[in-house]
């Protein structure tokens, strides 16, 4: 099966670019978590969604961050303006529907992102 | 506060040595779930293993054995007779009851050297 894909890949933009990232999770998951890694932060949370639906985006830094879940196969985060310091791998994960035994989010590759 | 604690920021050692990663959480349920993550130089971020709250056994698979002590609050993670390609960012995180959200840990960085 394939696992959670995501594109681009590598990102490179100017300041003040639109930037669009996009998933897709497992088929089947029911949760989509984005996340944000940087050397000084580590990996943060910014937002999940469950059936589609945001359920904590207490971790998107600002406004200029927005993400969207359409169905249950595609999500986008946006990024409008971007700026240097939002230069960071960006992570999709997906985990199936919670049971007894908890579930493990499965990560995709990251997205690398640099804003000059 | 930190939900999940690593204090150990980066470790050395020489292949084939043992090594223990430490990893601390806090929590107020008595539901919830520990879990660790390996991170190799190529990026991804790979589940190594998942253990709930009711289950204090020790875990072994291969090389890699885990510690759960709900008495210290700590899920430590030993490898042992390290190798190269042990060498990796390791992550304990953290989900509790009702959520299914993680806590991460900042992680610990293994360098095991030839």
């Known amino acids: 099966d394939a696992g959670v894909i995501q594109s681009p890949r590598h990102e490179v933009t100017e300041m003040g670019q639109e930037v669009t990232l996009r998933c897709k999770p497992i088929?089947?998951?029911?949760?989509l978590f984005w996340y944000r890694q940087t050397m000084m932060r580590g990996l943060e949370l910014l937002i999940y969604f469950n059936n589609n639906v945001p359920i904590d985006d207490s971790g998107m830094p600002e406004d200029r961050f927005s993400a969207k879940m359409p169905n249950a196969s595609f999500s986008t985060l946006k990024i409008q303006p971007s700026e240097p310091r939002d230069s960071a791998v960006y992570f999709c994960?997906?985990?199936?529907?919670?049971?007894?035994?908890?579930?493990?989010?499965?990560f995709g590759p990251g997205t690398r992102l640099t804003v000059l | 506060a930190q939900k999940v604690t690593q204090a150990q920021t980066e470790i050395s050692v020489v292949e084939k040595e043992d090594v223990t990663l430490d990893c601390v959480y806090e929590?107020?349920?008595?539901?919830?779930?520990l879990f660790w993550y390996k991170q190799p130089p190529s990026g991804e971020l790979v589940f190594l293993i998942r253990?709930?709250?009711?289950?204090?056994q020790n875990e072994i698979s291969g090389r890699y054995s885990w510690n759960f002590q709900k008495s210290t609050s700590s899920f430590n993670f030993t490898i042992t007779a390290s190798q190269v390609v042990d060498s990796a960012v390791y992550f304990c995180a953290l989900s509790e009851d009702n959520f299914n959200k993680f806590y991460f840990g900042s992680g610990t960085k293994l360098n095991v050297k030839p």
């Open positions: 088929s089947g998951h029911d949760y």
């Open positions: 253990r709930n709250s009711f289950d204090e």
């Open positions: 994960a997906s985990s199936p529907q919670r049971k007894s035994l908890g579930n493990e989010q499965f």
């Open positions: 929590t107020r349920d008595t539901t919830y779930y």
